[in-house]
Structure formats: C-alpha cells, structure tokens
C-alpha cells in the first residue's frame, strides 16, 4: 500500500496568522519553525513512501526547502487541510494507495500514532477515513477544562460508537462530565489527534462537498464527512506517557516547549 503524508500549512491562519513560521525551542535552545518540527516528525514514520509540505505560501514554500522539504504549492482557495490534501493528490505529483494528512500544527505527534493508523487502514480496506484518538490524561484533561474556563479554542474530543464508527467530534469537551463526578471520569474522553488517513477516492468526494453546517458551526473539517453520511474510523492509540496537543493559540507555544524540555 503505496503511502505519502501530506503537510498542510497555510500562512493567514484565522486565529494565529504565520503559526507554521513560529520557532519552538527545545532543552537544548535549540530553535525550529512550528513547520519544520512537524516535518520532522512525519520523517520520522517507518514505512511511508514520501513526504511533502502543501502550502499556498511562498514563505513557508521557501522556509520547508530550506531545512529540505518536498513542497506542492497549492491554491489560496483550500478552507482546511483536507482541502489541501485533495488539491495535493490531485495535482499529480505523487500517486498513492492511501493519503496521510499530518497537520502542520502538530509537531509532537508520535510516529507510532501515524503508523497504527496506516496499520489500521490496512486492516479495514472498507474504511474510507481514519483518525486517531488518545485517551486523556490528567494533564491533558486539566489543558482541555483550562482552556475552555479561559474561553479559548483548544483541543478537540471525539465520542465514537462499539465499533470505533466517529459520531461526533467536538471543541467543547465531549462527553460533558459533571464536576462532581470528575474523579470517575477516566476513560471517558478521548483527545482527537489532529491526523487523518483517507483513500484518494475519499478526497475527491470531499473536494466535491460544500461546507457543512457543523463543519462551519466548529471550524472542524472531519465533520463534512460525517454530515455526508460517510463513516470516519477512530483509531484509538497510546500515549506511552507521553502528552499530546497541538498548537492552536499563542498560549499553546510556552506548553509545547514544556513538553519538548520535559522529553
């Protein structure tokens, strides 16, 4: 199964323009674009075939040639990553099985999620979609109610059937646990990883969609699958004792690099 990972980064980011130029210094000082640690981490990824950078923006274009990305320029018109894939898939440059969308936003993500998702693709060659899911930790859990008592957007929860079938994915923190039962909580919410794996044939239905009215309503672009009927499979993977998130605010920069000191 012939396998690319696709990066999406855009430069006019609504909530954080210039996000995949922003540096990240590590515990040895030593500093990289939000981009570049994201491309290293999918390099990373045993048994993927290519890597590329899809990006509508000649700064980030010239910043991943740099540091020695294979960039696909892409239109200014792609709404969201998933866009971005299709464009990419589309264009021609490469020609794959299965499209691994690692977003440019998410540079601690392990190469063990990506590789149990490939695996879980394989797997289930019925499967049109697949993202990860992660049970929260503590920590992570504390991020989640920190950010939302704050008003911000931070992370995104998924709630999935017994089958592992995605029934909603949300920014609010899903399912709603009262206070007083949060000791008891473990177990119940799963952090989404910003990843997904689709079948060529899967990006084409989508470029073909319109927006979807929760996709609009959430600003999460996996909801236009489910609003057309199509089944997103949750892969649920392990931390490993190691904590997850993505940078989607300014904040987020001074705790990614607490995580990248703290390993």
Not at 31 to 39: C, P
Not at 94 to 108: M, R, T, Y
Request: overall charge negative; some cysteine; proline content about 5%.
């Amino acid at each position: 199964m012939k396998t690319v990972i696709v990066i999406p980064a855009r430069y006019a980011s609504t909530r954080y323009p210039g996000k995949p130029l922003v540096t990240l210094r590590d515990r040895d000082g030593n500093e990289k674009s939000l981009i570049q640690r994201s491309w290293e981490a999918a390099m990373e990824v045993k048994g993927v075939d290519a890597v590329y950078v899809a990006t509508d923006d000649d700064r980030i274009k010239d910043a991943a040639e740099a540091f020695g990305a294979q960039v696909i320029m892409t239109s200014e018109s792609c709404e969201n990553g998933t866009a971005r894939c299709a464009e990419a898939t589309a264009s021609g440059v490469f020609d794959a099985d299965l499209v691994v969308n690692l977003q440019g936003d998410a540079p601690l993500t392990p190469a063990w999620f990506v590789e149990d998702l490939i695996a879980a693709m394989a797997a289930r060659p019925e499967a049109p979609v697949a993202t990860p899911v992660v049970l929260c930790d503590a920590q992570t859990y504390a991020h989640f109610r920190a950010d939302r008592a704050a008003g911000l957007v931070g992370g995104t929860t998924a709630v999935f059937d017994r089958n592992h079938r995605a029934l909603y994915f949300s920014k609010e923190v899903l399912p709603y646990i009262h206070p007083d039962k949060a000791a008891d909580a473990e177990g119940d919410v799963f952090h989404h990883v910003g990843l997904y794996a689709y079948r060529p044939a899967a990006l084409v239905q989508y470029a073909g969609w319109p927006e979807g009215r929760l996709e609009r309503h959430e600003g999460l672009e996996q909801l236009r699958f489910l609003e057309n009927g199509t089944d997103v499979l949750c892969v649920e993977v392990e931390g490993r004792g190691r904590v997850f998130w993505e940078l989607n605010n300014p904040g987020d920069v001074a705790r990614i690099e607490s995580i990248l000191n703290a390993e």
